[in-house]
């Protein structure tokens, strides 16, 4: 039986509201015990648990915030298909690194991941290559085509979280509909990314005194407000449980508010770049500030804030999209959309949201650990007695740099290179086992045998 003992740190269950300085206990990857100050001895001399283990681990997290393992709802790995972005070993190190102890990676692969076979390599390739649970979600139609729905039933049965055709909606709307009633009966979440595509036609960045400034084709807000508005309509009439990805306008704000007052199951997530950053940080020519949805106004912006303070919108996910230095440099008109997020989001949330009293911490953990895990109906989130042993140890004080050249994702794309930044992941456990640290100087992350890759 292998132990691992966090001392001295502020444990934040954001379920029962603990805000503490405990010590943590967990034992064969359940949490044992949660006290004011644990017996190590009794550990070590075995008279809790038995005989001792080369894993049994001992980590100090004076100063340091302790949260339920962080978990991203929305990521994309490439793999199959796009290799050379990322695979899903990379991107499962970058989620360690980041402090996400599960990720849902997105279906945009080559081949879509829209039938049984490519879910179970999926599912069996993250097995062998990493500890971090690597939730699929499935497409809604197939090839992604917005034609023909997948069998949801069955991809549900073999291990898909959600369906979502991210990338693009599902522009017709009776596919829209017949997605929604199946999802609904079959009890599978949809995740909208919403994206009306005749109405973006060519825009690359937010239409508005920006684009106009640097002569750039703009994306309306009404893009994304008029699917979010008609998949809410959708949600009301099929009974369907809507997730809506990385809300970007204020309007989504009020149309979610809209459908939460009814009563309907619809959640949201927002991206921690669309928190941080606006149209004003775009220059036209660095691509690493061109994303799907656009970085809005600032008046969007502030309500994306206040929406996530108070809850209309649930929950933090990155839309970690890597793409390659050279789709990157193709210019802002040509370079294809996205951001990578998984190593960044921690130190972003916690130096502009935590540090400037927007969020608490236990709030922090609520939008990125505990409100993701009920959205997706999994059994984490939570530091409790008896709960799975997924922790995150981040160390707020500690100063740094963002350095693209350190992420171990394969994506260098972020729009933080060289943001002064405070919250170090210090630990990420996964079932008690920790699969990543970080003193500030040394960082190691466990590597399973099987994937020689970049070791
Ligand atoms: O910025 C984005 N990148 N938005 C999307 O919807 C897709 C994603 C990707 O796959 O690169
Ligand atoms: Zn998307
Ligand atoms: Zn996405």
Not at 19 to 28: R, T
Not at 139 to 154: K, R, V
Not at 361 to 374: C, F, G, W
């Amino acid at each position: 039986m292998a132990f691992t003992i966090i001392k001295g740190g502020r444990v934040l269950d954001p379920e029962t509201g603990l805000d503490a300085i405990k010590d943590i206990a967990i034992v064969d990857g359940k949490i044992l015990e949660i006290e004011d100050d644990i017996d190590i001895h009794a550990y070590e001399h075995h008279e809790k648990i038995g005989e001792m283990d080369e894993n049994d681990i001992i980590i100090d997290a004076e100063g340091c915030l302790v949260m339920p393992g962080l978990i991203d709802l929305h990521v994309h790995f490439r793999d199959p298909g796009f290799e050379e972005k990322e695979t899903i070993c990379t991107g499962a190190r970058a989620a360690a690194r980041g402090g996400f102890t599960s990720v849902c990676m997105m279906p945009n692969t080559k081949p879509v991941i829209d039938a049984p076979d490519t879910l179970e390599e999926v599912i069996e390739k993250a097995a062998k290559v990493t500890n971090v649970q690597v939730h699929p979600i499935a497409a809604i139609t197939a090839n992604q085509d917005g034609e023909y729905l997948t069998d949801f039933q069955t991809l549900f049965d073999n291990g898909a979280i959600a369906v979502s055709e991210d990338g693009k909606s599902v522009m017709n709307a009776r596919v829209a509909r017949q997605a929604m009633r199946l999802a609904a009966e079959v009890g599978i979440p949809v995740f909208a990314h919403c994206e009306d595509i005749n109405l973006r036609a060519r825009g690359v960045m937010n239409a508005g005194k920006r684009a106009k400034e640097l002569g750039l084709y703009g994306i309306l807000n009404e893009v994304e407000d008029i699917i979010v508005a008609r998949d809410i309509i959708l949600a009301k009439d099929t009974g369907a449980q809507l997730h809506l990805c990385h809300c970007s306008t204020e309007d989504s704000v009020n149309l979610i508010k809209f459908a939460k007052a009814g009563g309907l199951p619809v959640t949201a997530e927002v991206t921690p770049h669309h928190l941080t950053l606006t149209e004003d940080d775009v220059d036209g020519t660095d691509a690493n500030f061109k994303m799907n949805p656009p970085l809005r106004t600032k008046a969007d912006r502030d309500a994306l804030i206040k929406g996530l303070k108070e809850g209309t919108i649930d929950c933090i996910a990155t839309d970690h999209a890597p793409h390659t230095e050279e789709d990157k440099k193709a210019g802002f008109k040509q370079a294809p959309f996205g951001i990578v997020g998984l190593e960044t989001a921690v130190p972003v949330i916690y130096t502009e949201l935590v540090e400037k009293g927007v969020l608490t911490p236990l709030e922090m953990a609520e939008k990125m650990s505990y409100n993701p895990a009920r959205i997706i109906g999994m059994d984490r989130g939570r530091i409790q007695v008896g709960a799975d042993g997924d922790i995150t140890i981040i160390d707020p004080d500690f100063e740094f740099e963002i350095n693209p050249d350190s992420f171990f994702s394969k994506g260098r794309n972020t729009p933080y290179a060289g943001k002064k930044v405070k919250g170090l992941v210090k630990a990420t456990i996964i079932d008690g086992r920790v699969i990543y640290r970080n003193d500030g100087k040394n960082e190691s992350i466990v590597k399973m045998e099987e994937h020689p890759e970049m070791d």
